[in-house]
Nanobody
Framework: VQLQAFGGGLVQIGGSLRLSCAVS????????VGWFRQAPGREREFVAT????????YYADSVKGRFTISKDRAKDTVYLQMNSLKPDDTAVYYC??????????????????WGQGTLVTVSS
């Protein structure tokens, strides 16, 4: 499975940005696509996941109510709409795919395929 993330950039505090993740070459059954992020000097962390058959969504507490994950099945693309951005949201954002069960959708180690990452910088 190949994933390509894009849409990052520089945005002001309180602004919005939408990330896209194009999924292709499905070499295995993808049960969910997730977004993760890694800030400088910190470990990569879970942001949000969407089940690709069912559409159920899961969010980290730090982004709940501000970020929305969605999918366009026809375009085989998963989106992450980010609103009310804060400096703490500054990070490289990665999308990833998993064939694992629902209980693994927040577990970074369960995601097999990763995109190249896109940088989001929130600045005043």
């Amino acid at each position: 499975v190949q994933l390509q993330a894009f849409g990052g950039g520089l945005v002001q505090i309180g602004g919005s940005l939408r990330l896209s993740c194009a999924v292709s070459r499905r070499s295995y059954s993808v049960n969910a696509v997730g977004w993760f992020r890694q800030a400088p000097g910190r470990e990569r962390e879970f942001v949000a996941t969407i089940g690709t058959p069912g559409g159920h969504t899961y969010y980290a507490d730090s982004v709940k109510g501000r970020f929305t994950i969605s999918k366009d099945r026809a375009k085989d693309t998963v989106y992450l709409q980010m609103n009310s951005l804060k400096p703490d949201d500054t990070a490289v954002y990665y999308c990833a795919a998993t064939s694992g069960p629902t209980c693994s959708y927040r577990d970074i180690n369960q995601f097999r395929s990763w995109g190249q990452g896109t940088l989001v910088t929130v600045s005043s």
